[in-house]
Each structure stands twice: as C-alpha cells, then as structure tokens.
C-alpha cells in the first residue's frame, strides 16, 4: 500500500536503525512489509544478523530485476517472518542507466507499484549520498521521515536534506515525520539542537510532525552488533534485558503516534 522512506543527506544519523525498528514492528503485528535497501552498502541487512546473505548469492540484486534476469520474487530475502530486504549492487551504475534510458525509470516504478500490491508496507532505506535512483524513489515515498542528529552537524543535514529537496523541485510535503535522534537528559547540546530544529522545522516543514526525540542508547548499538532486533523475542546473554525491554517499550509508544497507512 504505502511506501514509506527514511532520508537525511548526513550520514550515520539512524536512518537504518530507524526504518529497521519501524519494518520489524509493522512485521511483528501481522503486516507483510518489504525494506528496499537503496544503499548499497546494505547495512539494513547487518541490523538483522543477515549480513552474510549479501554476498551469499549474486544472481538476487536489485539491479536483476530491470535486466528481466530475475523475477520480482527471486529478489526478496526473508529475514524475519513477514519481513522481506532486497539487496542493492551498486546505484550510481543503475543510476546513469535512468538517466540514459527512459524507459528504465517507467520500469522501476512499475515494479515500486508491483511490490506496493504484494505487501502492506514497502519501505526504502536510503544513503545519505544521492543519484537518480534517490530522486525517484523520494518522489515514489507516500511517507518521508526525516532522521536528523541532535548536534551541530546533524541540524547541517537537515539544511542539505531541505536545500537537496529544492534543488531536485521534490516535493517537501512529502516529508511527513522529522526524527529526532541522540537526545540525552544530561547534555545541554541535544536540547539546543532539539529547540533549534523545531523551530527549522516549522519554517521549512510546517505539515510535518517533529516526533519526540529517540535517546542515545548504548544497547541500540549493542543488539546491532549481535544482529539482534529489538522486536525479537530472545534472552540475551551478554546485556542487560531490562535495557532492551526499555527501549521496545519507548519505540511501541513512539510508533503509537505514527500513521502510513
Ligand atoms: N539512538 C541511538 N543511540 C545509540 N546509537 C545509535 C542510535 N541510533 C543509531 N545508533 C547507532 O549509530 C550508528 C549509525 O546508525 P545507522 O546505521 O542507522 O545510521 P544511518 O543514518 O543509516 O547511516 P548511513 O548514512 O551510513 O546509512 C549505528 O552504529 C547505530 O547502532
Ligand atoms: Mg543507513
């Protein structure tokens, strides 16, 4: 039905961590979802532990499926049950073939829309770098959350992200959530930053919802290590579970506010 996108031109900001938690939870409440990596670095995979399912088998990128090599099944790799990735090769090559070849582009929204008939929810994980891959499947997003860092050079990225948008005439009404990410009650820093973006916000975004900031969180970085998600439901050894509990807790009420259908 919807496709929904996280986007910011800085990197390392929680676009991945982000649309990972938001996939997995719509997975975990029955929803068939599908997360389109437009990255080819993958990293969507490692959040769920399949990073070996990148390189296992080369016959099942993205890329295949507008060759006619591949089939819009054979592409889709199951990680959890109802959750589905497809892998990226390398967008900047198929993005100088769009640029080329109209015909490509008609191509790749037909099978945006193919996919958006098969699953609840289609979501994009985008690189903070930008192609014409990128500006076409912005324009494709029903639902574009904005990830912006609680510090100076995040409140930067989020400028780019708005100036990016201009430049390229997308639409910025397309963006329908702004979040926050990094807030910390001991530090003045992501405050100030939190304010200042609100305010940014309401100039340059006023239809979006600026959700309330997600906290810098060290079993965040923890679980991804282990390639362990939050919504799974396991014992963990080496960490504190109270501390996971916590944050499935904050994300289930965080995601209360959101709305993609
Ligand atoms: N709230 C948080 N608390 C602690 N660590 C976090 C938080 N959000 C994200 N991280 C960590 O920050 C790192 C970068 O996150 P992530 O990969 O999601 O960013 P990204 O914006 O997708 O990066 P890229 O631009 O490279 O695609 C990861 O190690 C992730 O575990
Ligand atoms: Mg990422």
């Known amino acids: 039905m919807s496709v929904v996108s996280t986007f910011c031109k800085k990197g390392g900001v ?6 990972g938690f938001l996939a997995h939870y719509y997975a975990t409440q029955d929803k068939k979802v599908l997360i389109i990596s437009a990255d080819d670095q993958n990293s969507i995979f490692k959040i769920f532990g399949a990073d070996d399912k990148i390189f296992e088998s080369q016959d099942n990128f993205f890329e295949y499926l507008l060759t006619g ?19 990226t090769l390398n967008t900047d090559q198929l993005s100088t073939r769009l640029t080329l070849e109209r015909s490509q582009e008609k191509l ?9 008939s098969y699953f609840d929810y289609v979501f994009v994980d985008f690189p903070p770098s930008s192609n014409r891959l990128s500006e076409i499947l912005l ?10 860092g609680l510090d100076s050079l ?3 990225g989020f400028f780019n992200t708005i100036q990016y948008f201009i430049d390229r005439d997308i639409d910025l009404s397309g963006i329908k959530y702004i979040v926050p990410n990094g807030y910390s009650k001991n530090r003045r820093a992501p405050k100030i930053s939190l304010d ?6 309401a100039d340059f975004t006023k ?3 600026v959700l309330p900031p997600l906290q810098e969180r060290s079993i965040i970085k923890n679980l991804q290590a282990e390639g362990i998600s939050v919504f799974d439901d396991v014992v963990l050894e ?3 579970q109270g501390l996971k509990e916590a944050l499935k807790k904050d994300l289930i009420e965080l995601f209360k506010l959101i709305n993609i259908d």
């Open 154 to 156: 995040g409140l930067g």
């Open 196 to 201: 200042i973006l609100q305010s940014q916000a």
């Open 139 to 148: 324009e494709l997003s029903d639902h574009i959350f904005v990830v912006v």
């Open 238 to 240: 080496r960490y504190d």
């Open 14 to 19: 929680g676009k991945s961590t982000f649309i």
């Open 207 to 209: 239809d979006a919802v």
């Open 69 to 87: 090599q591949a089939d819009l099944g054979d592409v889709l790799i199951e990680v959890r049950e109802n959750l589905y990735l497809i892998k």
């Open 108 to 116: 790749i929204r037909n099978i945006i829309k193919e996919y958006t």
